[in-house]
């Protein structure tokens, strides 16, 4: 069936851009396309409630809305945090695997107090406005903050109410400053095992006593907010993310059908594509690799001068949120001070408190495949690329023709339509040989010669000539046809802080983290988690949600105390 949904979707591909991510299809092709399930966003965060100077973390499902199993369909999703002018202060791009992704946002000291929107959605969501909300209340201490009503607006109530259960069990009930606290999942029920949960443990809200708590998807949208409009379908991006542009040239009378149109991302093993545009100029590019660079490079590679426009992704449509307010006493400003002084605290210790990043791994690029590789330090260094692929690099040449220079790679086989080799440096594809003549050697770390012809998109290159620089940055000439840009990167896997005082000594280091454990992915086949509580002390709150293998949500919570020893 998935099959069948991807050759629809590539048959639409076909047809015209109107927008981002955007075409016009036929009505047969608009039925067709009805028949790719709906998808349906959920998130949860760690908390309702954050100061300036903290992190939110979330973890993104994202599933089928008529069996609420996990969508393997969208491979990004998107979170943002609208304000109440409903304008995005914060956007963020999160990669999904089998529908499941994670990320956190740090909340920063420029945001005024009030009740934000965390909003999440994919693509395919768009077509019928639908994303899920929830409320997430920020103060800012180094604001001036006012006692203000609660307001009594009352949101969707959903299905799955939240439970407080003995789903799992502490090994106690009250616990003492810097002591091990104990989750056993022994008690879990067959339905709930295999499942996909996340788990928080984190100091209960000052606001929870005034403000109407819900469940994390109690805003959810379920409902459209408008038609799915066959003359404007968002795609869903089933094999990766879409970057959609436009190309004019200078003159009227050059045609712009088949122009060749290049994109490059600069990094270690980086990435390049080419693409042709459509009649009117427009061209989009897949990105279905992993890449870990952000500048990116689009130019045209046919002769002559051309402009190059992108088209910007827009988020849903905001104008139907409804804000609450935000609502504090003189007891809830009392504990935001005392939790205020304590995040500041916890900030000057950051650098020995750090989160672990994990190793974002790039696929190599399919033109190293069988390609010798020259690594310059296993040769006498020369002051000049001329000199060193005279000295050093025997498959390949650099000649000159034209007034031009030229990087040929000695071929084995046929002849191809173009006596240049496909020029590379760290994943930009060079046009101007020129530039590249000038290098300085010691930038560079190898050279990856594929002598036999290569062809890319509808071009045939003499072989190709991939150089690695050690930084893995290089930056082009500015020129024309061509524009760069910075690709905002997915959320980073993280391995969360959690100090062990069993085996370390941080008795000098003072601990007044309210948020004592976040674990994105819950492994509940194993049957404890561990964690330390700080030096805060009040009531804890351990909240567990996510989808169960049959796909149905659950949220479970539980509290314990923590006192001083």
């Known amino acids: 069936m998935r099959t069948k949904y991807l050759f ?9 851009f109107i927008g981002y991510g955007q075409i016009a299809i036929s009505e047969e092709h608009y039925q067709q396309l009805l028949n790719i399930p709906q998808e ?70 420029d945001l005024p107090t009030g009740v934000y929107k965390l909003i999440g959605y994919t693509e395919w969501m768009k077509n019928k406005n639908l994303f899920f909300q929830k409320n997430i209340h920020i103060v800012n201490p180094f604001q001036k903050t006012t006692s203000v009503t609660n307001d009594q607006h009352q949101e969707f109530i959903p299905e799955e109410k939240e439970k407080n259960t003995s789903f799992f069990s502490t090994n106690q009930v009250n616990y003492t400053t810097r002591e091990k606290v104990l989750i056993d999942f022994k008690t879990l029920s067959k339905e709930l095992q295999g499942g996909n949960y996340s788990l928080s443990v984190v100091a209960k809200s000052p606001l929870s006593g005034i403000l109407n708590k819900k469940t994390s998807r109690s805003t959810n949208n379920q409902k459209a907010q408008k038609s799915f409009d066959h003359t404007k379908v968002f795609l869903p991006e089933f094999r990766g993310e879409m970057i959609v542009g436009r190309i004019k040239a200078a003159s009227s009378d050059t045609s712009l059908e088949k122009v060749q149109v290049a994109l490059s991302i600069i990094q270690k093993n980086g990435i390049s594509k080419i693409v042709k ?10 990105l279905d690799e992993t890449y870990a660079g952000k500048n990116v490079f689009i130019q045209v590679l046919d002769e002559g001068e051309f402009s190059i426009e992108l088209q910007k992704k827009k988020s849903p449509d905001y104008s139907s949120l409804i804000f609450p307010k935000m609502a504090l006493d003189s007891t809830s400003i009392k504990h935001i001070n005392e939790r205020a002084i304590h995040m500041q605290i916890e900030n000057a210790y950051n650098t020995v408190k750090q989160d672990s990043l994990k190793e974002i791994i790039t696929s190599t690029p399919i033109f190293k495949n069988g390609a010798l ?183 479970y919570k539980q509290s314990f105390d923590v006192k001083k020893k």
């Open 277 to 286: 545009a459509q009649k009117d100029g427009r061209f989009y590019f897949v």
């Open 373 to 555: 590789v020259y690594n310059l330090d296993d040769y006498t260094r020369f002051k000049t690329m001329r000199e060193t692929f005279v000295e050093v690099i025997n498959l390949a040449s650099i000649e000159r023709s034209k007034g031009k220079y030229i990087f040929r790679a000695k071929r084995n086989d046929f002849a191809s339509n173009d006596p240049k080799a496909l020029l590379i440096v760290d994943g930009y594809i060079v046009k101007n040989h020129d530039e590249i003549v000038e290098l300085n050697p010691k930038e560079v770390r190898q050279i990856s010669i594929l002598k036999k012809s290569y062809k890319l998109s509808s071009k045939v290159y003499q072989g190709v000539i991939y150089i690695d620089t050690f930084k893995g940055n290089y930056q082009p000439r500015e020129g024309s046809s061509l524009i760069s840009f910075e690709l905002a990167l997915p959320t980073r896997e993280k391995i969360y802080y959690s100090p062990d005082y069993t085996a370390q000594n941080l008795k000098r280091i003072p601990d007044y983290r309210s948020q004592l454990y976040w674990e994105p992915k819950v492994n509940t086949l194993k049957s404890t988690v561990s964690f330390f509580t700080s030096d805060v002390t009040g009531v804890f709150e351990i909240i567990l949600e996510g989808y169960t293998k049959e796909g149905k949500w659950i949220r």
């Open 40 to 109: 349906k966003v959920s998130i949860h965060s760690n908390s309702d409630f954050a100061l300036t100077g903290e992190t939110l973390f979330y973890k993104f499902y994202c599933t089928n809305e008529k069996t609420n199993r996990l969508s393997t369909l969208s491979k990004y999703g998107y979170v943002e945090m609208v304000n109440e002018q409903k304008e995005a202060v914060i956007k963020q791009k999160v990669a999904l695997t089998n529908g499941l992704g994670q990320g956190d946002i740090f909340i920063a000291s």
């Open 8 to 16: 629809l979707i590539a048959v639409a591909l076909v047809s015209n």
